[in-house]
Nanobody, 120 residues
Framework: QVQLVESGGDLVQPGGSLRLSCVCS????????MGWYRQAPGKQRELVAS???????DYTDSVKGRFTISRDNTKNTIYLQMNSLKPEDTAVYYC??????????????WGQGTQVTVSS
């Protein structure tokens, strides 16, 4: 069983920065894919950034050049560095780990979410 715990959410002014962390209770698997999602009030949850086991990353267009996802396998932790924050980045941010099991089965694990509010 994998448990994910996010932290780092806060109230920040536009243009500010935050770093979110997600600690995984178990050791990362070499095949794990990881991502950060967010959900704003009244909107669907969207994928913000993802990082594959190879280290390659993807970002949604609205955060490219501002957000950086990374992973530290020695600490079983995923990070999301968020710079130049905008009010439209306000949302609950969720950490996700997709684990590949036997016969290529996929299991998704989620954290409880951390609130990011960008406002002056």
């Amino acid at each position: 069983q994998v448990q994910l715990v996010e932290s780092g959410g806060d109230l920040v002014q536009p243009g500010g920065s935050l770093r979110l962390s997600c600690v995984c209770s178990g050791r990362f698997s070499s095949t794990d894919a990881m991502g950060w999602y967010r959900q704003a009030p009244g909107k669907q949850r969207e994928l913000v950034a993802s990082i594959r086991s190879s280290g390659s990353t993807d970002y949604t267009d609205s955060v490219k050049g501002r957000f950086t996802i990374s992973r530290d396998n020695t600490k079983n932790t995923i990070y999301l560095q968020m710079n130049s924050l905008k009010p439209e980045d306000t949302a609950v941010y969720y950490c996700n780990v997709e684990r590949t099991g036997p016969w290529n089965t996929k299991t998704n694990y989620w954290g409880q979410g951390t609130q990011v509010t960008v406002s002056s």
